[in-house]
């Protein structure tokens, strides 16, 4: 198989496997939130630390830790998937599963954002307008809910964020999962043993099913990050580009089909506004790189 057929593999791989977290995460009721959460890190963690010692690849963290604007960084990352894997686990068992959908579909265009005021990248005047129309998507989108979409903005901005973050860290994927995994991992422990210690622990006390569920969670997080990882070396970024938009796809898909949540007039017009905002930000993007691989033939 070659390269580039693997990449496809890998990629469409993640992002089914993004789709369809809804439905895990579902099954890990009455677990709440915050100890789902706790359990994703601590069990990220382990599953990656036997995934580098099976790859001897635990060498880094010597080098690591003498990079101490590294580990800023890091903690940093930490935070914001914290506030990202909080934000989308509670939002998947309050059945808002439908906005959760929106704030991946937004996050495109947040990091658009993000790139202008960061990274001081200019935007063409295709990219303004889809903003552009983004914004009026959320304004349209708070009308019907009758607030601000937090818990979609709050995900798109705090995965936004993150990827910034990445970015300039510049780690792999496996490693950069478990040394982020590994900073919350004592506070996730901490806020386990607090929560035994009140009796409101579920992990062990539902059923045999729901605890291998749960010890699962860090395998079900960190499997899709290493095919990304995969897709992501292998694939064009624009190809990346269109895949990402598998997931939030099924993830409404699940939210509407499968946990009937509603979907009114109104609410269905700012998702439209959503699309057609990533369908002018795309198009204007393949655009920009064909026109830009035209021109560098010609000067060679």
């Known amino acids: 198989m070659n390269q580039l057929r693997l990449g496809y593999l890998y990629g469409i791989g993640a992002y089914l496997l993004w789709g369809f977290f809804p439905v895990y995460l579902k099954l890990l009721r009455p677990a709440g939130p915050v100890e789902i959460l706790a359990h994703r890190i601590v ?3 382990a599953f990656v630390a036997l995934l580098l ?4 690849h635990v060498g880094f963290l010597r080098t690591l830790a003498r990079r101490p604007r590294a580990l800023a960084g890091i903690a940093l990352a930490a935070v914001l998937i914290a506030v990202n894997w909080g934000t989308y686990i509670y939002g998947v068992n309050s059945d808002r599963v439908v906005e959760t959908a929106l704030g991946y579909f937004i996050n495109p265009l947040v990091s658009v954002l993000f790139g202008v005021v960061a990274l001081r990248e200019r935007l063409r005047p295709a990219q303004w307008a889809a903003l552009g129309v983004g914004a009026l998507a959320v304004a349209v989108l708070a009308v019907d809910y009758g607030r601000l979409p937090w818990l979609a903005l709050t995900l798109a901005f705090s995965f936004a964020g993150y990827g910034l973050v990445k970015k300039r860290l510049a780690l792999p994927a496996a490693e950069g999962l478990f040394v982020e995994s590994a900073v919350l991992a004592l506070p996730a422990l901490a806020y386990l043993a607090w929560l035994s210690a009140r009796g409101g622990l579920m992990f062990g006390h539902v059923s045999a099913g ?3 569920l749960l010890v ?8 899709p990050l290493l095919l990304f990882a995969g897709a992501a070396n292998r694939l064009p970024l624009s190809t990346v580009g269109m895949l990402q938009y598998l997931a939030p796809i099924l993830q409404l898909g699940c939210g509407v089909l499968l946990f009937h949540e509603p979907m009114p007039p109104a609410r269905l017009a700012g998702f439209a506004l959503v699309w057609l905002a990533l369908v002018v930000f795309t198009v204007e993007a393949l655009h920009h790189s064909h026109s830009h691989r035209r021109g560098g033939q010609r000067r060679s």
């Open 210 to 212: 729901h605890t291998a």
């Open 43 to 45: 069990w990220s963690v």
């Open 53 to 56: 010692a099976a790859m001897r």
């Open 216 to 223: 699962l969670a860090g395998a079900a997080t960190a499997i």
